[in-house]
């Protein structure tokens, strides 16, 4: 059990990009916030595609 007025405070979060879920949180020194990947399947299809580039795009230039 994790005691938010103790010494165990974490101020680092890990969260899902893609649906922004809480996956982990880390003992930082300042509030940072990282962003990964979860478990969930629709999470891991969106991951396969380019990010930023449409697919049709890439390819016609
Ligand atoms: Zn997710």
Redesign the pocket.
Known sequence: MRNIYGRSLELGVII?K??G?IIDTVDTENVVTYYS??D?SQ?KEKEQLPVGIPPEKAVSL
């Open positions: 899902c893609h649906c879920e990947q979860c969930h999470c």
